[in-house]
């Protein structure tokens, strides 16, 4: 791997090969505490692996959200972007600029989507060396080298698919592991890990934190409960794992703006 701080790559492709569906166009690597673009818009699409360090991205009018190492960011094409790394930590990147229909597809068929732009790599090496091999053939200017980083361009979507499949694994663990209650010692045990790092995974897996997934759980669970009349509320609160009928009354009121006799007369009513 390269070791330089900064470094980028502008392709140069022929006429005939500015006609292939997937084309890389620039590529580098950063590792700099001083990186901030507030705005743009452009005709090709950004991939930024962020190897270490914290940072930001915006897509359109959305707010501002994190991303950090072991992240994968996927800008579309002629959409209003901004991103930057953190002013105290920074941050150590590989990026990537490419255009063609087939590879904004297999962007998508990778699991990048508006809703989505991150995917995870975690500590994964393969995306990395496909983007060195990719950043290498551009700045060659070989002959077919465009050819040849078009290829690379391919498995280094195909890669990190298969590293958000196997997260997708990883988070189908927290989850069950949440869902077996038992407090936040028994769950980051049965996930393997120590409680500070299954509640950081656990919230950037499900965007929320053990308790509150599992405490809406219940409250699902009781919702449809209430909507048996042969179920009364202190049973309806039992079997969905609240021990306190007074606690989960609060929390019920809290979360639905009323308290669990009105919801039961709003969806349960009694007859007559």
């Known amino acids: 791997m ?11 492709p022929t006429a ?42 915006r897509l359109g009018t959305a707010p501002e959200r994190p991303v950090s190492a072991g992240d994968a960011l996927y800008l579309p094409p002629r959409v209003d972007h901004g991103y930057g790394c953190a002013a105290i930590d920074g941050w150590r990147i590989r990026w990537l600029h490419f255009r063609g229909s087939y590879a904004e597809s297999l962007a998508r068929c990778c699991g990048f989507s508006p809703g989505r732009p991150v995917l995870t790599m975690g500590d994964n090496i393969e995306p990395a060396q496909r983007h060195e091999r990719i950043l290498e053939l551009i700045d060659s200017r070989s002959t077919f080298c465009q050819l040849d980083a078009a290829v690379e361009l391919m498995g280094l979507l195909v890669a990190l698919k298969k590293c958000d499949q196997g ?73 969905s794992g609240f021990a306190d009928p007074a606690y989960f009354a609060r929390l019920f009121r809290q979360r639905t703006g009323r308290s669990p006799r009105a919801f039961r007369a709003e969806h349960c009513p009694l007859p007559g």
């Open 167 to 239: 997260r997708l694994g990883e988070d189908a663990r927290l989850i069950a592991a949440v869902e077996q209650g038992g407090g936040l010692e028994a769950m980051a045990t049965a996930a393997g890990l120590s409680r500070f790092h299954f509640v950081r995974r656990f919230k950037r897996a499900t965007g929320t934190t053990p308790w509150r997934y599992l405490s809406d759980l219940r409250l699902a669970k009781a919702k449809n409960l209430l909507t048996d009349p042969a179920c009364t509320i202190a049973a309806a609160a039992h079997a």
């Open 2 to 12: 390269a070791t330089n701080p900064l470094r980028t790559a502008v392709a140069a």
């Open 16 to 57: 005939e090969e500015a006609r292939l569906e997937v084309i890389p166009c620039m590529a580098g690597h950063w590792h700099t505490h001083q990186h901030q673009l507030r705005s743009r818009t452009i005709d090709e699409a950004v991939l930024i692996l962020v190897l270490a360090g914290q940072g930001w991205y």
